[in-house]
């Protein structure tokens, strides 16, 4: 999920910060013990890719 400006990212996450994010796997991560988001780079699958692997585990657990 993307947004454009701060106000989305309040709505999104309660706080500032995701209109920042340059998209592609970086992320913004709150753990529960943390006060502060902190920014970090995640895996991105594409939703082409999501699709292929649910048919693959579909195929390989019938």
Known sequence: ??????AESLV??????AETLAG???ALLKL???RALVRVQT???S???V???????K????
Do not use: P, Q, R, Y
Request: charged share 25%; no cysteine.
């Open 1 to 6: 999920m993307t947004v454009g400006t701060t």
């Open 12 to 17: 999104a996450l309660d706080e500032m910060g």
């Open 24 to 26: 592609k796997g970086d």
């Open 32 to 34: 529960n013990s943390a």
């Open 43 to 45: 895996v991105f699958i």
């Open 47 to 49: 939703e082409d890719e």
């Open 51 to 57: 699709h292929l692997l649910v048919n693959a585990l």
């Open 59 to 62: 195929t390989a657990w019938k």
